[in-house]
């Protein structure tokens, strides 16, 4: 009978800790159908939507913001926070166009219509999800991951270009999106087609890691108060980070804690503007990517900063409030000569910065 029992229990042991060394099965987040809001992401990750879908909050009346762009949110503990944007940017013949204010084909209005398919053959504009998306078990060495993906086209642009995304993510590394960019034919050809996080402001991104300094917009930016964004030189690839697989990285974070983060003006006009307040209860890292077999030299790290929030492109030096605590981050991206197929990962993490680094 001992025997008997100490065979059952190495039997469970055995179980119990192969079971233990699998993955959890990921929890996506899904349309429910193709006529549900366009909405994709996993829990405790990334999520990513479009107009018209409001990625925090939902309700009647609340489109989630502008057009043309990527919505960027972070769920966890069952609540899915907004926390950036990311535009398309291509240039041809030296002269960029910006996905949020390219005017429409079809009305005339600021933003590229978005629209998803679960395949290379584009079809055309609609307001709902179009796809789930595919899920898939890409890596071979790796069959317990598991990727969700889908394509994103646009209108094509002012300038002739005709881009449009590959979006995936994996569940071995919940917190980033993998971005794969083309064109479609009959575009004129793109000399650069940028990917850029447009709203660092809002979580008041002032810290930029590189290899051998950390970059402080108020140092940088030291003395601007305009209502305009400010730039300075971009970072090439030799001031980028290395993680331990190789790969090129830089990283942005606030420079206060939560609680100071977190905090508001009482004034009357920061009261009108409060939905520019940090709402999370938690703070991130947000990063980009490149793998090293596919970087080039073209490969540059670029910010720009804004002391006062984003008001629509107004001109009304009265509809600007200051950014609290001072110039921050607001556009923060890779640059790189395009290549169609070309990748890059863009990641909310609430790991810290040695984590990162680590992988």
């Given at each position: 009978m001992n025997i008997y029992r100490s065979l059952v229990f190495s039997i469970l042991v055995t179980v119990s800790t192969a079971a233990a060394q699998q993955p959890a099965e990921p929890q996506w987040i899904q349309p429910d159908n193709t006529a549900a809001p366009p909405l994709w992401g996993i829990r405790n990750g990334i999520v990513i939507g479009l107009w018209p879908a409001a990625i925090?909050?939902?309700?009647?009346?609340?489109?989630g913001g502008p057009r043309g762009l990527l919505r960027i949110g972070y769920e966890w503990k069952g609540i899915i926070y907004h926390l950036n944007y990311i535009a398309i940017e291509p240039v041809v013949n030296g002269k960029i166009e910006?996905?949020?204010?390219?005017?429409?084909?079809?009305?005339?209005?600021?933003?590229?219509?978005?629209?998803?398919?679960e395949t290379i053959e584009s079809g055309r504009f609609t307001a709902t999800a179009g796809t789930r998306g595919?899920?898939?078990?890409?890596?071979?060495?790796?069959?317990?991951?598991?990727?969700?993906?889908?394509?994103?086209?646009?209108?094509?642009?002012?300038?002739g270009a005709r881009p449009y995304l590959?979006?995936?993510?994996?569940?071995?590394?919940?917190?980033?999106?993998?971005?794969?960019?083309?064109?479609?034919?009959?575009?004129?050809?793109m000399e650069r087609c940028g990917i850029t996080a447009t709203m660092g402001n809002y979580a008041?991104?002032?810290?930029?890691?590189?290899?051998?300094?950390?970059?402080?917009?108020?140092?940088?930016?030291?003395?601007?108060?305009?209502?305009?964004?400010?730039?300075?030189?971009?970072?090439p690839l030799q001031q980028m980070l290395r993680n331990k697989s190789g790969d090129y990285l830089v990283m942005a974070q606030p420079d206060e804690s939560l609680k100071e983060l977190a905090a508001w003006p009482e004034d009357e006009q920061h009261a009108a503007h409060w939905g520019w307040r940090y709402r999370p209860f938690y703070t991130l890292t947000q990063y980009w990517r490149k793998e090293a077999r596919e970087a080039d030299s073209s490969?540059?790290?670029?910010?720009?900063?804004?002391?006062?929030?984003?008001?629509?492109?107004?001109?009304?030096?009265?509809?600007?409030?200051?950014?609290?605590?001072?110039?921050?981050?607001?556009?923060?991206?890779l640059r790189e000569k395009y290549n169609a197929g070309q990748k890059i990962y863009f990641g909310l993490t609430r790991k810290t910065t040695a984590e990162l680094l680590a992988q």
């Open positions: 925090e909050g939902p309700r009647p009346g609340n489109d910006f996905s949020e204010i390219s005017p429409s084909r079809a009305d005339g209005k600021w933003g590229k219509l978005m629209w998803t398919s595919v899920l898939s078990h890409p890596d071979a060495q790796h069959p317990e991951y598991t990727t969700l993906s889908f394509y994103v086209f646009m209108e094509t642009f002012e300038n590959r979006l995936s993510i994996s569940s071995q590394r919940p917190e980033e999106v993998c971005i794969e960019v083309f064109d479609q034919p009959g575009g004129t050809p008041r991104l002032r810290k930029l890691y590189l290899k051998d300094k950390i970059v402080y917009a108020k140092t940088l930016y030291g003395g601007y108060n305009g209502t305009g964004f400010i730039e300075k030189a971009p970072y490969l540059q790290v670029r910010v720009n900063g804004r002391a006062k929030y984003w008001s629509g492109g107004s001109t009304d030096p009265n509809a600007y409030i200051n950014i609290p605590g001072g110039p921050s981050f607001e556009n923060f991206e």
